[in-house]
């Protein structure tokens, strides 16, 4: 198996590893640093059967595109721990990738493309088919797919496999041990997520509210507005709510006006009082803490050319 790394199109690494990712070293590593005039990448990778673990870390003082690419498809666990990037899916159509945010591809994962035109700090996790089955089982079609919020108990976990300080066979034994409770908290997930249903009739309204959220940030609806417009009582609005969209109603609130705001910073670069009135902040000082809160930089930052 080949793992590459490209910036601009052009090469920056390339390992080879056994199809399983199986090493002689109880836990193998490499590091790869990458700088060009407008950006730098840093790559800390750790691998060992069936398991393969890569930190990036990359700035950038302008728009730069980076390609991780495997010559097989393993199970790919994609989580931005800091800043925000926009990665491109299979059909080449970019998607934003928050602060705290994950994206679960499970299998037909061969190539990660993204383009960053900041900080960020990226946690890329593959296990091989064959070790996911062995965990997993036939539960595998519980676990929910996709862009979610990185939850606390999960972050936990990453900061874990992040900072751990153990050598050789320990180290193994740890990181495989926090490898087992990440698909354990996706098992989890699931099973609650199935035990919970609605009628189509209340999942129809709860997304009108959810498009209501999205249409007025401005002037947004208070909990009994939004539920008496979108003809569902509140009770049902906020626990549906929470089960469909993995926020609660004024989180997703949150979460949209950030991310409207950083693409209004990034890229129309509009000043910071503009952004703020746009979002829905009457104060501007409370939207740079706001801000500052969800990606950890000023806005301001963003607007410069």
């Known amino acids: 198996m080949e793992f590459k790394c490209s910036a601009g199109g052009k090469l920056i690494s390339q390992n080879t590893y056994p199809d399983n990712f199986d090493s002689n070293d109880a836990v193998a590593e490499n590091v790869v640093r990458w700088k060009s005039e407008t950006a730098s990448l840093q790559l800390n ?3 060992f059967k069936g398991i393969h673990i890569v930190l990036i870390d990359v700035n950038a003082l302008s728009t730069e595109v980076f390609l991780l690419e495997c010559s097989q498809a393993p199970i790919g666990f994609i989580f931005c721990l800091n800043g925000a990037i926009d990665y491109a899916d299979k059909h080449g159509d970019y998607s934003p990738l928050l602060t705290n945010e994950q994206d ?68 193994r034994l740890f990181l495989e041990a926090r490898i087992f409770e990440l698909i354990i908290v996706y ?12 009628k ?22 208070s909990l009994i507005e939004l539920s008496r417009k979108a003809g569902i009582n509140d009770y049902k609005l906020k626990k549906g709510f ?7 109603v ?28 746009l979002v829905g902040y009457k104060n501007a000082q409370h939207f740079i803490a706001a801000f500052k809160k969800k990606y950890n930089i000023l806005p301001g930052s963003l607007n410069k050319n």
């Open 45 to 47: 990778e750790k691998w």
């Open 104 to 171: 679960l591809n499970l299998g037909s994962v061969d190539t990660f493309k993204f383009r960053v035109t900041e900080a960020a700090k990226l946690l890329y996790i593959q296990l091989t088919e064959t070790y996911f089955s062995k965990i997993a089982g036939n539960a595998t079609a519980n676990i929910l797919y996709g862009v979610q919020s990185i939850k606390p108990e999960t972050n936990s976990i990453l900061q874990h496999i992040i900072n751990n300080r153990h050598e050789e066979r320990a180290k």
């Open 187 to 198: 098992l989890h997930q699931g099973e609650e997520k199935q035990a919970v249903t609605f």
């Open 200 to 221: 189509q009739e209340d999942i129809n309204k709860i997304m009108l509210a959810k498009q209501l959220v999205e249409q007025d940030l401005q002037k947004p609806n």
């Open 242 to 248: 929470k089960e469909l969209t993995g926020h609660t």
């Open 250 to 277: 004024f989180g997703y609130l949150y979460k949209i006006r950030m991310e409207k705001a950083h693409y209004f910073l990034s890229k129309e670069k509009k000043t910071v009082n503009e952004v703020a009135f």
